[in-house]
């Protein structure tokens, strides 16, 4: 996580120079500076919340995955509306 925050904190100073250097008013710059600061914080906020419950919780607490196509149980949510002992012939 921390090159994620150097990334965060590298883009929170170059965007706003980059706007400098290309026109943008200074107020303009710095309001995106802060802006993308904020985001930033937020972002890395929920990201070690995430961690610390991912951490928390035990392996038996969290559920494989099955892949995209697999089914619980035999033939569920499977066919359409049928009564009991028809065939689709019938």
């Known amino acids: 996580m921390s090159d994620l925050v150097r990334w965060a904190a ?6 706003p120079l980059v706007l400098v250097l290309c026109g943008a008013s200074a107020v303009g710059a710095a309001g995106t500076a802060v802006g993308l600061a904020t985001v930033t914080c937020a972002c890395r906020a929920l990201l070690r919340q995430s961690e610390r ?33 028809r065939t689709p012939e019938e």
């Not at 590298?10 to 965007?15: H, L, P, R, Y």
């Open 10 to 15: 590298f883009s929170c100073a170059v965007v």
């Open 53 to 85: 419950t991912a951490a928390r919780l035990s392996p038996d607490e969290i559920a494989p995955h099955r892949g995209r196509h697999s089914r619980t149980g035999t033939g569920a949510h499977r066919g359409g509306r049928r009564s009991e002992g």
